[in-house]
C-alpha cells in the first residue's frame, strides 16, 4: 500500500511557475512508476507526464512538452513536477498516482495506476 500526498499548488499569474511534490509512504518507492494527472472544472481527468521507477525515463503530454519538468528522489520518497510558462488553462487539480511494476517502463492511462493523492489546485490568472 502506498499513501501520496501531494503539495505546492496555488495560484499564479500567467508566465510564472510552480513546483508540485508528491511524497510517498513506504519502503519501496523505487518499485512504482509514478504519474502526474490533472483535471479541469467540468473535465476528465487527463494525462499529464510519467516517470519510471528509477527516474531514467519521462514521458510528457503534448500540451506540456517542454514546459513541465517530472522528476524524482528515491532516497526521499517524492516524485515532483516543475511547471514552467504556465497558462490559464493549466488551471486544473493536479494529482499523483502509483503503479507498482519490476519494468522500466511509464503508463499513461488513469485506469493504469492503483494509488493516488488527493490533488492540489493549481490556478493560472491571465
Known amino acids: 500500500q502506498v499513501q501520496l500526498v501531494e503539495s505546492g499548488g496555488g495560484l499564479v499569474q500567467a508566465g510564472g511557475s510552480l513546483r508540485l511534490s508528491c511524497a510517498a509512504s513506504?519502503?519501496?518507492?523505487?518499485?512504482?512508476?509514478m504519474g502526474w494527472f490533472r483535471q479541469g472544472p467540468g473535465k476528465e481527468r487527463l494525462f499529464v507526464g510519467g516517470?519510471?521507477?528509477?527516474?531514467?525515463?519521462?514521458y510528457y503530454a503534448d500540451s506540456v512538452k517542454g514546459r513541465f519538468t517530472i522528476s524524482r528522489d528515491n532516497a526521499k520518497n517524492t516524485v515532483y513536477l516543475q511547471m514552467n510558462s504556465l497558462k490559464p488553462e493549466d488551471t486544473a487539480v493536479y494529482y499523483c498516482?502509483?503503479?507498482?511494476?519490476?519494468?522500466?517502463?511509464?503508463?499513461?492511462?488513469?485506469?493504469?495506476?492503483?494509488?493516488w493523492g488527493q490533488g492540489t489546485q493549481v490556478t493560472v490568472s491571465s
Open positions: 513506504g519502503r519501496t518507492f523505487r518499485s512504482y512508476a
Open positions: 498516482a502509483a503503479r507498482y511494476t519490476t519494468q522500466a517502463i511509464i503508463f499513461r492511462g488513469r485506469y493504469e495506476y492503483d494509488y
Open positions: 516517470i519510471s521507477c528509477s527516474g531514467g525515463s519521462t
